[in-house]
């Protein structure tokens, strides 16, 4: 059985502040996606990491794939409001089946 | 383009009722999965249908099944309602390329068992 672990499971900073959240597997991803979710909506997807040691952005976002694969950040500079979200990590470890994360709480607080 | 759509977006059931939820995926996109998820955790894999086929199957009971039609859209059916059986039903539609499976959620329909 594949499990993701995310850390932390909580965050709540000030708006303005940086962050970083990981996502760790004792198996290696064969792609990593990261959604976030909105309450009662379906994960919106934000990106994926196929490659070792990939950093890709998007705007404030910046997104890195560990070389071994089996561990990824995010890290959110100058945090705003709207980034207020769970924040989940999925893999499918080669196979159809999506396998997500624990989840990450973020509340940023005006 | 349209994304993936669900319907309804909101459902109240009692036990032992049975119930059908539908889901159109992106167009173009031949695979679809179910999730559950309940309140406080990530989505948990249900059911994947690529072209009207069975392609994985998680830890769910024989209550729920599913099926695909020739239009690639797909219904989720659940039989014997359980107070357990309330949680937000995801459906995905996926996009493959080499070593990927990038799936698009829809809104998800809430179903509240009482």
């Known amino acids: 059985t594949q499990l993701l672990e995310q850390s932390p499971q909580f965050l709540s900073i000030q708006e303005g502040e940086n962050l970083t959240v990981y996502c760790n597997s004792s198996s290696v991803f064969s792609s990593l996606q990261w959604y976030r979710q909105e309450p009662g909506e379906g994960p919106v997807l934000l990106v994926t990491?196929?490659?070792?040691?990939e950093v890709k952005k998007l705007k404030r976002l910046t997104f890195q794939f560990g070389d071994a694969r089996k561990d990824s950040s995010l890290h959110i500079t100058a945090a705003q409001p709207g980034d207020t979200g769970l924040y989940l990590c999925a893999s499918n470890f080669g196979n159809e089946k999506l396998t997500f994360g624990t989840g990450t709480r973020l509340t940023i607080i005006p | 383009d349209a994304g993936v759509t669900q319907s309804p977006t909101h459902l109240i059931k009692t036990r032992g009722q049975h119930v059908t939820l539908r889901c159109s995926p992106i167009?173009?996109?031949?695979?679809v999965s179910w999730y559950q998820q309940v309140l406080g955790q990530g989505p948990q894999f249900i059911f994947q249908?690529?072209?009207?086929?069975?392609?994985g199957r998680g830890n769910f009971p024989d209550r729920f099944s599913a099926r695909q039609f020739p239009n690639y859209s797909s219904e989720l059916n659940v039989n014997a309602l359980l107070l357990g059986d309330s949680a937000l039903y995801l459906c995905?539609?996926?996009?493959?390329?080499?070593?990927?499976?990038?799936?698009?959620f829809g809104p998800g329909t809430r179903l509240t068992v009482t």
């Open positions: 990491v196929v490659t070792g040691g």
């Open positions: 249908y690529y072209e009207k086929e069975e392609r």
């Open positions: 995905a539609s996926t996009r493959t390329y080499p070593q990927v499976y990038e799936q698009y």
């Open positions: 167009s173009g996109h031949k695979s």
